[in-house]
């Protein structure tokens, strides 16, 4: 049997977050009425000049920055010319031979913790087509070009990848990233981020690439993997029964989770780009890229390095809660308010009780129903001992529903630790009295009785007997002191 | 530079044309004398010219604030479509 090498690369179209459209004043915003945001620009009315967006081209550069790129200092716009009914110019206006960002890279974490560098072509500015709808309509497409002059950055990859599961990883971090950036919402429902994957296999050790097949539609992370998936198992299959692979367009069918080639395409695929005469050289200054560098936040890598190295958490803890800066502020929030000693325990609450809350109730961390500082007030008593963190997750869970804070639960529930040792005692004395046989038993050397007595004290006390204090009194008494 | 027939077929194709039988040989003549005459320009010695992109030597593009500046007339803009239904513009259907 042979062994196959899988090579991936990716472009990725994030929607920038303009207000305005790349090339007209019209609106960007999403779901409104069918070409109610469609000017005479963006509908290809003759005699309209395109003039290019400034805040279409800051984003572009602030993304170039955060990758390490060359801005480039010239760059040309092109028509990429093809027919569609929601392209209504009959070409659409990107870049070709000399794109706005240059060469760099990111670098992602794989599930064994080892770290990789992606490499980046190049990233472009183009816009966006419009959409065609089918439903309802019979024997016809009805087209929505509110859509079309959206800007994009059209972000590629070198072929670098060697699995789904970097795809997938290369790709997240790319969402992270624009979203630190506030350059795109990196909302995929809606078709703000998406992904076309250049996929080919080749006999593990050669280096000469096999063909390469280009899927299109990939809209969720999900279905990236499982499209890669299937079209390695494909190629693969093709290859081993003699056949061989052509470079063409496929498309990926989420209902049926196969690809299968996009014929039309075929012969469309000649451009024939050449520099778009309506637009002028773009020249971007020293002074523009250093005042966008200016307004670089702390990217997701330096966030990470910064949790781990301060608060002394694993590089996976830092890895998750540097993965959005809500997440990242939410979760430095709860810190400054418990003591940057128990970050760990602030780590643990955010990914665990907090996230599966946010998860359970579908919600985003902006609408989570716990604030930090009131988490870190929940912690706080955690950690002076007030309730055990058994107790905490029940006051969290009532937080959670009925929004007061942690003190004001633990009085009217009654949930404050016994940590009275005199009190402990006795409830241990009385647990003892009632069950002589198992004592004789532990006496007699059955160990695991411990935590037989234990459960029966919690149970007595309603979990809320100090653990520490249990346990070390427990201990004696039943040692018979 | 000359075409050859299957070059007009071609770019005919690519242009959503239709060129009948009868056209054909006009096409593959007349546009082969355009690329001959534009051809004159390959003579010309560009060795250590940089490339051009656009005709305004010198000047660079103009970028606008991003403010949105246009308002909903779809209705206008509609009057001279062919077939619309619900604000969507209809065109013969066309599915992947």
């Given at each position: 049997m042979s062994d196959w090498e899988v090579v991936i690369g990716l472009e990725i179209h994030a929607q920038l977050a303009t207000r305005s459209k790349i090339f007209s004043g019209a609106a960007t915003a999403y779901g409104a009425p069918p070409n109610s945001q469609a000017s005479l620009v963006d509908l290809a009315y003759p005699g309209v000049l395109p003039v290019l967006n400034a805040e279409a081209v800051r984003m572009a550069v602030k993304f170039g920055l955060a990758i390490g790129a060359q801005i480039a200092e010239r760059s040309i716009f092109a028509r990429k010319n093809y027919f569609y009914p929601d392209l209504p110019k009959g070409y659409q206006i990107s870049q070709y031979e000399q794109p706005v960002v240059g060469r760099g890279a990111i670098d992602i974490v794989l599930d064994d913790g080892v770290r990789k560098t992606v490499g980046i072509t190049r990233a472009h500015l183009e816009e966006d087509a419009g959409k065609s709808l089918h439903e309802g309509l019979a024997h016809a497409s009805g087209i929505d070009?509110?859509?079309?002059?959206?800007p994009l950055l059209e972000i590629v990859s070198e072929p670098d990848m060697r699995s789904a599961k970097e795809a997938v990883a290369y790709m997240k971090k790319l969402h992270t990233l624009v979203r630190y950036l506030e350059?795109?919402?990196?909302?995929m429902q809606e078709g703000s981020f998406r992904c076309d994957a250049n996929v080919s296999v080749r006999p593990r050790g050669r280096e000469k690439f096999g063909t390469r097949a280009e899927i299109k539609n990939l809209n969720s992370f999900r279905f990236v993997e499982k499209a890669i998936h299937y079209e390695v198992a494909r190629q693969v299959e093709l290859l081993e029964s003699g056949g061989h692979v052509i470079q063409e367009t496929r498309l990926y069918d989420s209902d049926k989770d196969e690809t299968r080639s996009m014929r039309s395409k075929e012969e469309a695929n000649d451009y024939r780009y050449f520099p778009d005469p309506d637009l002028l050289p773009l020249q971007i200054g020293r002074e523009f890229i250093e005042s966008v560098r200016a307004t670089l936040p702390e990217l997701p890598d330096q966030k990470a390095a910064r949790f781990a190295a301060?608060?002394?958490?694993s590089a996976y803890d830092a890895g998750v809660l540097s993965a959005s800066r809500e997440l990242g502020a939410y979760f430095e929030a709860v810190v400054d308010a418990v003591g940057a000693p128990h970050a760990k325990l602030a780590a643990n609450w955010v990914m665990g009780e907090l996230s599966s809350a946010l998860n359970r109730d579908s919600l985003e961390i902006r609408d989570a129903r716990v604030d930090p500082r009131a988490l870190g007030g929940l912690l706080q008593r955690i950690v002076d001992a007030t309730i055990s963190g058994k107790i905490a997750k029940d006051v969290f869970e009532a937080m959670w529903s009925e929004g007061q804070d942690a003190d004001a639960i633990i009085a009217a529930k009654g949930l404050?630790?016994?940590?009275d040792t005199g009190a402990i005692a006795a409830v241990i004395d009385a647990v003892i009295a009632a069950n002589p046989k198992q004592l004789a038993d532990y006496r007699a050397g059955?160990?695991?009785l411990f935590g037989f007595f234990i459960g029966q004290v919690m149970k007595a006390t309603e979990g809320k007997a100090n653990p520490a204090q249990l346990n070390e009194l427990l201990r004696a008494k039943l040692g018979g002191a | 530079m000359s075409l050859s027939r299957q070059d007009v077929e071609k770019i005919a194709h690519l242009a959503r044309l239709l060129i009948s039988e009868q056209q054909m040989p006009v096409y593959v003549t007349s546009l082969s004398a355009i690329l001959a005459f534009v051809d004159q320009l390959a003579k010309v010695d560009t060795a250590g010219v940089a490339p051009m992109?656009?005709?305004?030597?010198?000047q660079t593009q103009r970028l606008r604030t991003d403010e949105v500046t246009e308002t909903d007339q779809h209705d206008k803009y509609q009057a001279n479509a062919s077939a619309v239904q619900g604000g969507l513009y209809l065109v013969p259907r066309v599915i992947e």
């Open positions: 070009l509110n859509r079309a002059g959206t350059i795109c919402d990196g909302n301060g608060f002394e958490l404050r630790q016994i940590t059955k160990d695991k | 992109a656009h005709p305004l030597a010198g």
